[in-house]
């Protein structure tokens, strides 16, 4: 509960709680029109009628109290002034939508009822006129509020499938590279155990029969990039992911995490404030200058750099800059946090930046860090245009 200030309605309820206001005047029109002894007792009900509106909005454990005072008002100024003074009732809508649909019957039945009683003698003078006039006010409480009450489950349903449905694709990314695993220890597994084996006997060879050694160095090295092509063709069959893809995700993180986060990628066209807000995809068509490989590995490279940011950083704000060079695709990351010297980023380098630094190597990246204490972190995320198929050797 959000406690009473001199505001007028909390801020949470926006601009709904004001345009409903306008309803009062059609109640107001027909009272001071009343002779002046008659007008006192139906101003002096209105101000309670505000009041209550008010309250409802600030003391929520009461909300339906105070919706019977008003509802009660309303009445009574249908019986004693004009039956068009229902029209107040469309304040009640949004209110009596939240609450129990017992309630709400028996508001509507109750306002449906005491407002056609009180419209009977209006009948006889103007005819189906009064019936046009009742429509609106009678559908505002009998009906408007189940309609409100309806859509804000089909609203609250569609973000938890959403939900759900995000979640179901975490598990998908997982299982993913669940298999990715296994096929990597499986089908590399004997090779690297071969490759070993070479290189031990390579070393034995040396001293004794160097050209057999040289034989063997060059039967590792072809071995070698055999096992490179077959981890190349493993991880190509991994779902291609976007960078701009990653920007979407990256500003619900920070979001989250009250860090602001400013993105500047001219490729995509991304532009974003310092609160994450309005940045948009202007052109989807345009890719970097990369292989889906590569932007698939720079993209979850740059996931787990922002991982990292929210976690650890104590950041509060963010930037994200995409580098065209003519040889390299950069990708930097500052942040403002606590930061980190040179002997806790090698400490730091047998988990998450040992990680990012192999899976940049699998397309002849790499990674560069500066930081200090308590000058936050520069990460640049370097892939380079065109991978090598070989080495020298």
């Given at each position: 509960?959000?406690?009473?200030?001199?505001?007028?309605f909390?801020?949470?309820?926006?601009?709904?709680?004001?345009?409903?206001?306008?309803?009062?005047?059609?109640?107001?029109?027909?009272?001071?029109?009343?002779?002046?002894?008659?007008?006192?007792?139906?101003?002096l009900?209105?101000?309670?009628?505000?009041?209550?509106?008010?309250?409802?909005?600030?003391?929520?454990?009461y909300?339906?109290?105070?919706?019977?005072?008003?509802l009660?008002?309303?009445?009574?100024?249908?019986?004693?002034?004009?039956?068009?003074?229902?029209?107040?009732?469309?304040?009640?809508?949004?209110?009596?939508?939240?609450?129990?649909?017992?309630?709400?019957m028996v508001?509507?039945v109750?306002?449906?009822?005491?407002?056609?009683?009180?419209?009977?003698?209006?009948?006889?003078?103007?005819?189906?006129v009064?019936?046009?006039?009742?429509?609106?006010?009678?559908?505002?409480?009998c009906?408007?509020?189940?309609?409100?009450?309806?859509?804000?489950?089909?609203?609250?349903?569609?973000?938890?499938?959403?939900?759900?449905?995000?979640?179901?694709?975490?598990?998908?990314?997982?299982?993913?590279?669940?298999?990715?695993?296994?096929?990597?220890?499986?089908?590399?597994?004997?090779?690297?155990?071969?490759?070993?084996?070479?290189?031990?006997?390579?070393e034995?060879?040396?001293?004794?029969?160097?050209?057999?050694?040289?034989?063997?160095?060059r039967?590792?090295?072809?071995?070698?990039?055999?096992?490179?092509?077959?981890?190349?063709?493993?991880?190509?069959?991994?779902?291609?992911?976007?960078?701009?893809?990653?920007?979407?995700h990256?500003?619900s993180?920070?979001?989250?995490?009250?860090?602001?986060?400013?993105?500047d990628?001219?490729?995509?066209?991304?532009?974003?404030d310092?609160?994450?807000?309005?940045?948009?995809?202007?052109?989807?068509?345009?890719?970097?200058?990369?292989?889906?490989?590569?932007?698939?590995?720079?993209?979850?490279?740059?996931?787990?750099?922002?991982?990292?940011?929210?976690?650890?950083?104590?950041?509060?704000?963010?930037?994200?800059?995409?580098?065209?060079?003519?040889?390299?695709?950069?990708?930097?990351?500052?942040?403002?946090?606590?930061?980190?010297?040179?002997?806790?980023?090698?400490s730091?380098?047998g988990?998450?930046?040992?990680?990012?630094?192999?899976?940049?190597?699998?397309?002849?990246?790499?990674?560069?860090?500066?930081?200090?204490?308590?000058?936050?972190?520069?990460?640049?995320?370097?892939?380079?245009?065109?991978?090598?198929?070989?080495?020298?050797?």
């Amino acid at each position: 509960m959000e406690k009473s200030t001199w505001k007028l309605f909390p801020e949470r309820e926006g601009i709904v709680p004001y345009i409903a206001l306008a309803n009062c005047v059609i109640p107001l029109f027909f009272m001071l029109r009343e002779p002046l002894a008659s007008v006192w007792p139906g101003l002096l009900l209105f101000v309670v009628f505000l009041a209550a509106y008010r309250e409802q909005f600030w003391r929520v454990r009461y909300v339906q109290h105070f919706l019977i005072v008003q509802l009660a008002i309303i009445l009574f100024y249908v019986i004693a002034y004009e039956p068009g003074s229902a029209y107040l009732g469309f304040i009640l809508s949004l209110p009596l939508s939240k609450q129990r649909p017992r309630f709400i019957m028996v508001v509507a039945v109750v306002f449906a009822a005491v407002t056609t009683w009180a419209s009977i003698p209006y009948f006889e003078k103007i005819g189906s006129v009064m019936l046009f006039i009742l429509i609106p006010p009678i559908f505002g409480v009998c009906i408007m509020p189940f309609i409100i009450r309806n859509a804000a489950k089909f609203k609250t349903m569609a973000e938890r499938l959403k939900a759900a449905t995000e979640q179901l694709e975490r598990m998908a990314q997982q299982e993913e590279r669940q298999r990715i695993a296994r096929e990597l220890h499986d089908t590399l597994g004997h090779t690297l155990s071969l490759i070993a084996l070479k290189g031990e006997l390579t070393e034995k060879l040396i001293p004794r029969a160097p050209e057999k050694a040289m034989a063997e160095a060059r039967e590792l090295t072809d071995t070698a990039r055999a096992a490179l092509k077959q981890m190349r063709e493993l991880v190509t069959e991994m779902r291609v992911v976007r960078l701009a893809e990653e920007y979407a995700h990256a500003r619900s993180l920070c979001a989250a995490a009250g860090i602001a986060l400013m993105i500047d990628d001219r490729v995509y066209d991304v532009k974003a404030d310092k609160t994450g807000n309005g940045a948009e995809l202007v052109s989807q068509a345009v890719r970097t200058p990369l292989s889906p490989l590569q932007e698939t590995i720079l993209a979850m490279s740059f996931r787990e750099v922002l991982t990292n940011v929210v976690r650890h950083s104590r950041a509060t704000e963010c930037r994200a800059e995409l580098e065209i060079e003519e040889g390299s695709v950069i990708l930097r990351v500052t942040d403002n946090g606590q930061g980190m010297d040179e002997q806790e980023i090698k400490s730091a380098s047998g988990s998450g930046i040992a990680g990012l630094r192999q899976r940049l190597m699998l397309v002849d990246g790499h990674l560069t860090i500066q930081s200090a204490p308590h000058a936050g972190m520069r990460i640049g995320l370097h892939i380079p245009r065109t991978i090598r198929s070989h080495q020298g050797g």
